[in-house]
């Protein structure tokens, strides 16, 4: 249920790469049982704070990152048996390479099917779409068992519908999730709190049913709010284009 136990606090905590603070005194909490949408511009600080998190959640964590992690030249089926390397010895991780284990063939295989990966754990990742690369970053941070989800992106290249069944998948294996999306609509209707990043603060920190569009709008730099088309506020890029085809520019 969202809104329990807190499973972790930041309480004025400055956060950032080396001694450069990008996020500074910073107090926030992450509860068990919520669904967090982050969201802010590019270059707002979503991964740097993810990374924060992930250190300190460490082992309750599955991790998913925006770059992917996956190496090209293996199969499907190995890259998302990584997700699981460290519970295994060196030998056994070396040995599943050469012969994939029976029992992490047929879990890994079912996990496939679920996310329309089917018949493809023998394709090395370097042939396969961007959509499906990123599907099976998602199979290997499920494949790591782990309670809370931390993704960076992980619905950005497939379309709206696949985006919602790929999170309700994560959200039947994890209570607790905090992902970075650019999609404010979905941030909307499928989580139940966003934390919006902007100018180095976290500038909204509210429960979605309290949230609409124009509010998460106001994370984002005017041109790149999406238009709200009225005639009492013209958004201002359609504004300056409708203005340039008058000629009064
Ligand atoms: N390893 C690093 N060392 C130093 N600065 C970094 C490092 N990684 C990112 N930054 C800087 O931190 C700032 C925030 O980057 P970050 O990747 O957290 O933003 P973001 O909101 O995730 O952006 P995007 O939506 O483009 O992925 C940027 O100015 C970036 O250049």
Not at 148 to 158: C, H, K, R, W, Y
């Amino acid at each position: 249920m969202a809104g329990s136990a807190p499973l972790l606090r930041l309480d004025n905590a400055d956060i950032g790469h080396g001694r450069r603070v990008l996020l500074a005194r910073l107090s926030l909490t992450l509860n068990a049982g919520e669904r967090v949408a982050l969201l802010g511009q590019s270059g707002a600080g979503k991964s740097t704070l993810l990374a924060a998190l992930r250190s300190r959640l460490a082992g309750d964590v599955a991790w998913c990152p925006q770059s992917h992690g996956l190496v090209p030249q293996l199969a499907v089926y190995h890259n998302v048996y990584m997700g699981r390397l460290e519970r295994h010895s060196a030998l056994a991780n070396l040995w599943n390479l050469v012969r994939p284990e029976r029992r992490a063939w047929t879990e890994i295989a079912a996990l496939c099917d679920e996310l329309g990966l089917d018949g493809l754990l023998k394709r090395p990742v370097a042939q396969l779409s961007g959509g499906q690369r990123q599907r099976v970053a998602i199979a290997r941070a499920l494949y790591q068992q782990r309670r809370i989800f931390l993704g960076d992106e992980p619905v950005a290249s497939v379309d709206p519908h696949q985006a919602l069944r790929l999170l309700a998948l994560i959200d039947a294996r994890h209570a607790t999730s905090v992902v970075a999306l650019h999609q404010r609509e979905l941030a909307l209707t499928h989580f139940d709190r966003v934390w919006g990043l902007r100018d180095g603060r976290l500038e909204l920190d509210a429960p979605t049913r309290e949230l609409n569009l124009a509010d998460l709008d106001r994370l984002y730099p005017a041109a790149d709010a999406p238009p709200h088309c009225t005639a009492d506020a013209p958004h201002p890029a359609a504004d300056a284009r409708r203005r340039a085809v008058a000629g009064d520019a």
